[in-house]
Every structure is written in C-alpha cells, then in structure tokens.
C-alpha cells in the first residue's frame, strides 16, 4: 500500500510539473520548460515513466528481474520497458550500452537510458532518465528503487553516456 501511494504521489508531482518548476529564486525559463512536465514526453516515455515510477519502492537485488523478490539495476530497466511497451532490451547494463542510438547529454529526452561507471568499469549502471537532470534507477545492496539528480557530484564523475530506445511519436 505504501509503495502505491508513493508512486501515485510521485506521479502527480510530475504530472503537475513538480520536478523543474521554477521557484521564486529562480530566473522565468523558456516557455517550453513551464510546460507541465508530462507535456514534453511522447506516448511512449509517459508509458515507459509511470510504469517506472510504480517500482519506486522495490528493493534492490543483485540479479533481481521481478518487483516481488527486488531489483537490480538493469532487471528494473528492463521490466519498465517490457511491461509498459513490450520493448525487451539485454539483460545487463554493458549490454544496454550497445543497443539504440547514441545520445549526447545536452540532448537527453525523457525515456532516454543513462549509464554510469560505478564499479571501476564503464557502463557498469544505468537508470532512465526523467528530464530536468533527473533519473529513475535501483542504486545498490540496501536501497530501493528511486528517483535522483544527475547534477550530484557523484552521478557527474561517473557519468558515461546516454542512449535512445523509444522512436519519437
């Protein structure tokens, strides 16, 4: 019930712009990033997003391909490509880093997979980016699946790379 909950509000908060809205401190942006977050997505990044966001919660697993016994990673990339648009990728994140088309970071569209070195060798994470420097991934042994920034220190020392798998609408 409470992973319900969490992903209904997550979703509400994108829906209604929660993620990138300006705030008072703020400069007024472009019109384009006023719109309402889910306003920017095509059908199929909203499908891959809110199916997404209904694992945040679930706890990582090294290896894990199901909500029920946990996540890894690339088991919970895969399962919100598979059960939102049928769309079934590798099973681990080196292999993910080799299908779709190569994408630059200062063009990242939301649905787009990234991919971080986080165990001393490239492409050895990735997660699905939101938009607004934001991304969807299961970290590590002892976390659940989660929303975080790419703008960290963390996430910007090892980032790798991006790539499109979802066609535009």
Same mark, same amino acid.
């Given at each position: ?27 007024? @942006?472009?019109?384009? $990033? ?26 990582? @697993? ?5 909500? $029920? ?24 994140? @080196? ?36 938009? $607004? ?35 535009? $609408?």
């Amino acid at each position: 019930m409470h992973k319900v909950l969490v992903s209904l509000l997550l979703a509400s908060s994108l829906l209604l712009g929660g993620i990138g809205a300006p705030s008072a401190a703020e400069p007024v @942006r472009k019109q384009e $990033d006023l719109q309402p977050f889910f306003e920017r997505y095509t059908n199929a990044a909203q499908d891959v997003i809110l199916q997404a966001l209904k694992l945040v919660g679930v706890r990582y @697993r090294w290896g894990g391909n199901d909500e $029920d016994s946990g996540l890894d990673c690339s088991g919970f990339v895969r399962l919100a490509f598979k059960d939102s648009i049928g769309t079934s990728l590798p099973r681990t994140a @080196r292999e993910m880093s080799q299908v779709g088309q190569q994408v630059e970071a200062s063009q990242l569209k939301p649905g787009d997979l990234v991919f971080f070195n986080t165990m001393r060798r490239t492409f050895s994470h990735v997660g699905i980016y939101l938009g $607004d420097n934001h991304f969807l991934h299961a970290p590590r042994k002892g976390a659940e699946v989660r929303i975080e920034s790419m703008e960290s220190n963390y996430w910007m020392s090892r980032y790798n790379g991006a790539r499109r798998i979802l066609e535009s $609408d």
